[in-house]
């Protein structure tokens, strides 16, 4: 089979650190005309298109985007693919959310067929948002896993899921055991763990619904497989958490009850954090455990606001990642998702800027997973996958991005204005795996 | 010339009181296979589709939109059309954002032409988003009132507007004087105040901006022409009140502002009123002053959560609308600024419901100007100013309202995950002033 070529010509966004940390200047890349060299899934070359045209592969005809923005694809730090039907249910917050609408959605992943066709709408949403990469929940269901691994192979796509662990607090169709909960992961970690671009994660739902004994088979199983992921939430919001301390009060607090059974570390993924206290902000940056920060989420259910400037703290800096959190969140949008955490930080007065913000959505998710070494980015070496934005998609957006005077203003009008219509194609492993004008609608 | 007759069938929904104050059954209307008729620009006839057909005027086929949603049309109560051009400017609150982007953007507004683009620009994408009238400040030149309103006026289109009066603590070049604002305001109240659909809004930016002079000017042009409308700002955010405070000591606090200069009383609108006190609340109600609740806005500026459930107590309620306040807000879509409206209430537990968001973005904002017997209604009589929704608009759209079990519900997800795709076509007037699948994009 002949090698896979690609080439995109555009203006191109990366980031090379964490700008919260570092020197934005050094930080942020931006090549104005800037060319993509894509080969076998990877990038093979970024940077100045009058610099790098004569390596152009031969036969190979560059896809011009004139005067769109490409950046890496969108990282999506913590969804639950199989919520994708219940966006948008009225009026509870979160324990009475899941009792009503979430609990009853996920029993129907039981049905394969009714997995894979979620499946496959989940991936054609995530592409149409530009998004490359997503840690997501299925059920507590083998075959959910197995659904959407299929699809997530079948596209060549960069994903981590697994089975959530659930033994206790919710309804009897959705419980596994300790013991069932251990075996299923690890079968599916077996079979998916590394397959095509798979990644499997290790997925209790949230202390609540686990028992001690679950967590520390969870916790055996890390061990186990230390290149797995672990995806769980915490301190989404306070009547969780007042829960969670009546269920496990031998520990210090919600965060302990995880460090307790060893599910903390390099690769674990919380989502939302948003009432963690700064002893246990402290402990996630010791231990190297990531945030996901769900703004639209932490919004439609009341949750709360999320200090992004605390998490990233110098003296103490979280790994922070952007999650849309659907069902909870409300749009599979990661500039929709950019857009409300700028609004949650300006509620505490501090103006989260477009790198930072992109940087969030970009490599800031791809070190929250610990995989930056292979997605986030735009560097030689990273797999090929990046999303190409319109500054024209709308009227008003080619109005309001006509008279931007910097790539940091087009990057947050974009971010402030933009949806699905913003993203005119993504590409993934080098491939044009969507493209809006061509779309199905 | 002959009658202008037509009529439009769909699913319809308004509201015949406010559901905030009385029986949501008796305030809400919803006919499943409903049918709409409009003579000479009003409604002559709503209900079932079945019951009316006989009433369709000869030769009128009317227009089917299957499972659409039509509402009236909606009625955006606190927005700045010279704005336009700056919405996603970054990282200020208030009095800095003022500053550095509104100051400078209004000045373009002394060039007539500049003032008639945005002017079309303006009202092409209210009627893409579904909004039929709007109260919107203008800028300090009698220019850029003329101009909106010679828009509004060839669209047929019911506008109310007004000159901003700011007499000090702005560029020199934005300020008018007590008396020039004055005779200005006038001038162009007795031109443009019921001339086509058009209605003048007495308009002083804010109390910062104007000295007791200006203030004492307005209220004599408020008692010179009681139809006119009084359209300002008050407790948008902290720093502004103590300004405030500090510039009128001898008044008991921002609002108390106002009411001396006899500027409170029906058809006045104050937008945002995050921090208004439980007095100043009290006293809004007693002077039938409303307040335009403009979340998006109050997000993006960091200014602060407004709690509708606080100012729709039922023992002194106000009249309260919905304002997109671009540029100061994100989006021109009524819908998602219920989307931000339901999120900011969920931040202090209380769930809005659909009913009372669609309230809030037609009835509410008719009640909130006063010219609810004109706008904001399906009721024969009412103008025949209308939305048609389209439940199918995207295809996550679709999946997600193919599963809606009640109107309320297909309206809560409408306002959740909907954009300007999700309006289907805009009537004003009885005709169809905007149809998404035939506008220029």
Same mark, same amino acid.
């Not at 089979?1 to 966004?13: D, Y």
């Not at 909870?328 to 609004?343: P, Q, V």
């Not at 300006?346 to 998710?365: H, R």
């Given at each position: 089979? +002949?090698?896979? #070529?690609? !080439?995109?010509?555009?203006? =191109?966004?990366w980031f090379r650190d964490d700008p919260f940390l570092t020197d934005p200047g050094h930080a942020f890349v931006h090549v104005d005309d800037g060319l993509l060299i894509c080969e076998d899934g990877l990038v093979t070359a970024a940077g100045d298109y009058g610099e790098l045209r004569e390596r152009i592969p031969a036969g190979v005809e560059p896809v011009h985007y004139p005067e769109h923005v490409i950046t890496p694809g969108f990282i999506d730090t913590h969804v639950h693919y199989v919520q994708t039907g219940i966006i948008a249910a009225f009026g509870s917050q979160l324990i009475d959310w899941l009792n009503h609408y979430t609990f009853v959605e996920e029993q129907r992943f039981a049905d394969a067929a009714y997995a894979r066709e979620a499946a496959a709408v989940f991936c054609d949403e995530l592409l149409r948002n530009?998004?490359?990469?997503?840690?997501?929940?299925?059920?507590?269901?083998?075959?959910?896993?197995?659904? @959407?691994?299929?699809?997530?192979?079948? *596209?060549?796509? *960069?994903?981590?899921?697994? %089975?959530?662990?659930?033994?206790?607090?919710? /309804?009897? !169709? =959705?419980?596994?055991?300790?013991?069932?909960?251990?075996?299923?992961?690890?079968? @599916?970690?077996?079979?998916?763990?590394?397959?095509?671009?798979? =990644?499997?994660?290790?997925? +209790?739902?949230?202390? /609540?619904?686990?028992?001690?004994?679950?967590?520390?088979?969870?916790?055996? @199983? &890390? &061990?186990?497989?230390?290149?797995?992921?672990?995806?769980?939430?915490?301190?989404?919001?306070?009547?969780?958490?007042?829960?969670?301390?009546?269920?496990? +009060?031998? #520990? *210090?607090g919600y965060l302990d009850v995880y460090d307790h059974y060893g599910l903390l570390g390099p690769g674990a993924v919380l989502a939302h954090g948003v009432h963690l206290t700064a002893s246990e902000r402290a402990r996630c940056a010791e231990t190297d455990t990531a945030i996901a920060h769900c703004?639209?989420?932490?919004?439609? $259910?009341?949750?709360?606001?999320?200090?992004?400037?605390?998490? %990233?703290? /110098?003296?103490? +800096? $979280? &790994?922070?990642? @952007?999650?849309?959190?659907?069902?909870?969140?409300?749009?599979?949008? =990661?500039? !929709?998702?950019?857009?409300?955490?700028? %609004?949650v930080a300006?509620?505490?007065?501090?103006?989260?800027?477009?790198? %930072?913000?992109?940087?969030?959505?970009? $490599?800031?998710?791809?070190?929250?997973?610990?995989?930056?070494?292979?997605v986030g980015s735009l560097e030689p070496g990273h797999e090929a996958d990046f999303v190409v934005l319109d500054p024209r998609a709308t009227p008003l957006l080619a109005r309001r991005t006509a008279r931007t005077e910097s790539i940091e203003e087009l990057l947050?009008?974009?971010?402030?204005?933009?949806?699905? &219509?913003?993203? *005119?194609?993504?590409?993934?492993?080098?491939?044009?795996?969507?493209? #809006?004008?061509?779309?199905?609608v």
């Open positions: 089979m +002949p090698a896979q #070529r690609s !080439a995109v010509r555009g203006q =191109l966004v530009g998004t490359t990469t997503a840690l997501t929940f299925c059920a507590v269901y083998p075959q959910s896993v197995d659904a @959407l691994f299929e699809e997530t192979t079948r *596209r060549n796509m *960069r994903m981590a899921a697994g %089975k959530v662990l659930m033994d206790r607090n919710a /309804p009897d !169709a =959705l419980l596994d055991t300790a013991r069932t909960g251990y075996e299923d992961s690890k079968a @599916l970690l077996e079979r998916w763990h590394g397959t095509g671009r798979n =990644l499997y994660a290790i997925t +209790p739902r949230f202390a /609540p619904t686990s028992t001690p004994e679950q967590l520390e088979a969870a916790g055996t @199983l &890390r &061990r186990e497989h230390p290149g797995a992921l672990l995806h769980t939430h915490v301190s989404e919001n306070t009547g969780e958490i007042s829960w969670v301390r009546s269920l496990f +009060p031998d #520990r *210090r703004p639209t989420s932490n919004l439609f $259910l009341g949750s709360g606001l999320f200090h992004v400037h605390d998490a %990233k703290d /110098p003296r103490r +800096p $979280l &790994r922070v990642g @952007l999650g849309t959190d659907i069902g909870a969140g409300t749009s599979f949008s =990661l500039l !929709a998702t950019m857009n409300e955490a700028y %609004k300006e509620l505490s007065n501090y103006p989260l800027d477009s790198v %930072k913000a992109f940087y969030l959505a970009t $490599l800031g998710g791809a070190q929250a997973m610990g995989i930056d070494d292979r947050f009008v974009l971010a402030v204005m933009g949806d699905d &219509r913003t993203v *005119r194609a993504t590409y993934v492993a080098g491939e044009r795996a969507h493209d #809006r004008d061509t779309a199905a």
